[in-house]
């Protein structure tokens, strides 16, 4: 694997970790979670994984039927 190929796995896993955050969110919750809420969620605090963790998060909740 080249760094290239081992970066784009591991934001993929990255990005895997946040939409099973939002499972775990949406089923202790009744509401949507709010963008302050979602961030306070993310372990990672640099760029890309920030992003692409909460993209995972995103997408869940929208497939969910949230936002």
Partial sequence: MTTTTSDDFRLSRVEAEGW????????????????????????????????????GFRKAVAAMGGK
Wanted: glycine share 8%; proline share 8%; net charge negative.
């Fill in 20 to 55: 099973n955050a939002a499972q775990r969110y949406m089923v202790d919750q009744t509401g949507e979670p709010d963008d302050i809420r979602t961030a306070d969620f993310n372990p990672y605090r640099g760029d890309p994984a920030r992003g692409r963790w909460a993209a």
